[in-house]
Nanobody, 118 residues
Framework: QVQLVESGGGLVQPGGSLRLSCAAS????????MGWYRQAPGKQRELVAA???????NYVDSVKGRFTISRDNAKNTVYLQMNSLKPEDTAVYYC????????????WGQGTQVTVSS
């Protein structure tokens, strides 16, 4: 059974920092592309950051220079370090594990709320 369990969300003031974690089980973590998505009220879910098994990263333009995605394959965990947070970063953040090849595998966590407000 595949599980992705996010943690680390919460309420933070503008300019503050949070680190999200996503612990995976039931998959060969190291071969998956891991990503963080977010969905704000009334908006579509968007890819925030992704990290391939080979170490390549990509970020949505709005978080470049502020957010950093990383992974620890020994702990089956992916992180999202979020600095200089803005109110527009407020959303539910979801962890994603994706693998494509002869078959496609796409798994999601339950989400963690991030609220940036004074």
């Amino acid at each position: 059974q595949v599980q992705l369990v996010e943690s680390g969300g919460g309420l933070v003031q503008p300019g503050g920092s949070l680190r999200l974690s996503c612990a995976a089980s039931g998959i060969i973590f190291s071969i998956y592309r891991m990503g963080w998505y977010r969905q704000a009220p009334g908006k579509q879910r968007e890819l925030v950051a992704a990290l391939t098994s080979g170490g390549s990263t990509n970020y949505v333009d709005s978080v470049k220079g502020r957010f950093t995605i990383s992974r620890d394959n020994a702990k089956n965990t992916v992180y999202l370090q979020m600095n200089s947070l803005k109110p527009e970063d407020t959303a539910v953040y979801y962890c994603n594990a994706y693998l494509s090849g002869s078959s496609r595998y796409d798994y999601w966590g339950q989400g963690t709320q991030v609220t940036v407000s004074s």
